[in-house]
């Protein structure tokens, strides 16, 4: 039976509707719409849960109504918490950025998904330096109100902005 670990963000409750849909051996490591800092205390441990049971799969997941997305989307309420003060910051400006390319009904699933494909390139350095061997890393949005999991944008549709001097 496949094993995998799912980032998740605390305040989604995500685990039972993970652990009913996807049927397999599943572990959960949390932090604040999926902000944890890669540290080598965090590497370290997510490198022992991997190793110890033997994890194939991770999926970076949240939910479209996230509330720490939608605070950074909206009144950011929880900014002066140092830990999403940075995590803010970035939102704002890929927020900016996309709201001059894309239609605004898709802006916060690309936000998403966007923030999670980084996300996903920063975990994938991380074990690419430190295992000795390959783990599937793969991004989801949980939509609350139809009750699916869909697989986040491509990391080719978030363009990056860029200046050329």
């Given at each position: 039976?496949?094993?995998?670990?799912?980032l998740?963000?605390?305040?989604?409750?995500?685990?039972?509707?993970?652990?009913?849909?996807?049927?397999?051996?599943?572990y959960?490591?949390?932090?604040?719409?999926?902000?944890?800092?890669?540290?080598?205390?965090?590497?370290?441990?997510?490198?022992?849960?991997?190793?110890?049971?033997?994890?194939?799969?991770?999926?970076?997941?949240?939910?479209?109504?996230?509330?720490?997305?939608?605070?950074?989307?909206?009144?950011?309420?929880?900014?002066?918490f140092k830990?999403?003060?940075?995590?803010?910051?970035?939102?704002?400006?890929?927020?900016?950025?996309?709201?001059?390319?894309?239609?605004?009904?898709?802006?916060?699933?690309?936000?998403?998904s966007?923030?999670?494909?980084?996300?996903?390139?920063?975990?994938?350095?991380?074990?690419?330096?430190?295992?000795?061997?390959?783990?599937?890393?793969?991004?989801?949005?949980?939509?609350?109100?139809?009750?699916?999991?869909?697989?986040?944008?491509?990391?080719?549709?978030?363009?990056e902005?860029?200046?050329?001097?």
């Amino acid at each position: 039976m496949p094993k995998s670990l799912f980032l998740l963000c605390p305040t989604d409750c995500l685990e039972p509707i993970i652990n009913s849909r996807f049927h397999k051996e599943n572990y959960f490591y949390t932090s604040l719409g999926n902000s944890f800092i890669y540290n080598r205390k965090t590497i370290k441990h997510i490198h022992k849960l991997i190793k110890k049971h033997q994890i194939e799969e991770i999926y970076f997941v949240l939910s479209s109504d996230n509330q720490i997305i939608l605070d950074a989307l909206g009144n950011q309420d929880f900014s002066n918490f140092k830990a999403l003060n940075r995590f803010y910051n970035d939102i704002n400006k890929h927020t900016a950025h996309l709201d001059t390319i894309w239609h605004s009904s898709s802006l916060k699933f690309s936000i998403i998904s966007y923030y999670l494909n980084r996300k996903i390139k920063l975990l994938q350095s991380e074990i690419d330096k430190n295992f000795d061997y390959q783990i599937k890393i793969r991004g989801k949005i949980y939509d609350k109100q139809d009750h699916v999991f869909t697989a986040i944008y491509s990391d080719l549709i978030s363009i990056e902005k860029h200046h050329l001097n």
